[in-house]
């Protein structure tokens, strides 16, 4: 009975003490970043929340986007969609691991995956799954639906 006691004394206090982080904040810059991708600051910030050897994992081709590619397609983004905007609506957190249900919307000013939108905007339901590692994150597992936001702009 004591040892449970004792055991149990030992979770509150390192609950208590935050020595078990809540890296929301790290998960939450790199939303910051897709609906700002144009900002200087909002690019640092990400940079300071992700490893050097960041992975971005969800091209169904087979191939991840190092950090470097991923903010070179943030720069075009902001160029096509100056209004593209990531809002998170769910997180949850187990241990190093978040995943993420978000909503993203925008206006295209120009073709969007070859369909000429035509001024209208499309808002799509997206899914990612961050891994952590000392604080940043170091891989990030993602699913947008770019179908359905084809879709949208296609006005069916």
Do not use: C
Request: no cysteine.
């Amino acid at each position: 009975m004591k040892l449970k006691t004792l055991f149990a004394s030992a979770a509150l206090a390192t609950i208590a003490t935050g020595a078990i982080a809540d890296d929301t904040a790290t998960v939450t810059t790199f939303y910051d970043l897709l609906s700002n991708p144009g900002s200087a600051e909002h690019v640092a910030a990400f940079e300071a929340a992700t490893s050097a050897d960041w992975t971005s994992m969800g091209d169904y081709s087979g191939t991840n986007k190092t950090r470097e590619a991923f903010l070179g397609q943030m720069g075009g983004f902001a160029q096509l969609m100056p209004d593209l905007n990531w809002a998170i609506q769910d997180i949850h957190q187990d241990g190093d691991t978040f995943v993420v249900r978000s909503r993203a919307t925008g206006t295209p000013v120009a073709p969007f995956f070859g369909v000429d939108g035509e001024g209208r905007s499309f808002d799509i339901m997206t899914i990612d799954i961050h891994e952590l590692e000392d604080g940043v994150i170091v891989r990030t597992y993602h699913v947008e639906d770019w179908a359905g936001a084809l879709q949208q702009l296609s006005g069916k």
